[in-house]
């Protein structure tokens, strides 16, 4: 018998579990917070805009069989709606490169929707965003946009 | 006198005038469209995130003093709910490097909330996207999330 999905009461309730299946490297607690929805996009930093349940899977798939992510949020800017919430974040993220352990910085959009089961996720947009709140000092991203 | 902020209908009315602004270079356009909220968050590709109207301004009067963007946006995907709407986004943006013209893909995530003149600009999530629509190649996007 197919466990049945969690109810989640709020946008944090989600969230919080998000983080937390990354940490514990666990895929089937990931993809039970995401939406049933075929219009679900995630957004991995440096990564092409993934869009559906398969692609999505695929891809933590993917990361989750390289382990457990270190990874902690903070910094939360939260607006929400009665069937829409969006939260910015700050996520730090540990990684071991060849040079030993280094601390990577991202921005991540997270937007959740409130479904029959509660809430769920529906945007993950992480991207690398600097080591701190302040205007970009490099011309190259003001080149950009 | 002060001109009024412009009456903008739906979230795809302040989306259209965004990146309209962007490749026409008005600054004044561009920061009529945001929230009158201490809260709006800019991430431009690469750069860090950016809280509060002053440094949204500051960061779109650097960027555009080096005049218009060429960009163009595509394959938008909405979620609207009654008083919040998000749209993720593909951006087109030519860029005039040292290797003469270059073509950047980004995706953004853009929310728009409902105030009391209408629609405007909450966040404004910009990051290089890579080429496609395709799981990352890269093992470094992968290590990170």
Known sequence: ??????LLSSADAVEDAFYDAMRRGDLTAMMALWADDEEVVCIHPGG???VGLDAVRASWESILSGGPVD?????????SGAMLCVHSVIETIQVQGRRGSETVRCAATNV??????????LIHHAAPAGASESPP?????????
Chains 1, 2 share one sequence.
């Open 1 to 6: 018998m197919m466990p049945m999905p969690p």
């Open 48 to 50: 092409p805009r993934l």
């Open 71 to 79: 990874i902690q949020s903070s910094e939360v800017r939260a607006i």
């Open 112 to 121: 959740y929707v409130k479904g029959p089961r509660g809430w769920r996720l």
């Open 137 to 145: 000092a490099a011309p190259s991203g003001a080149m950009l946009h």
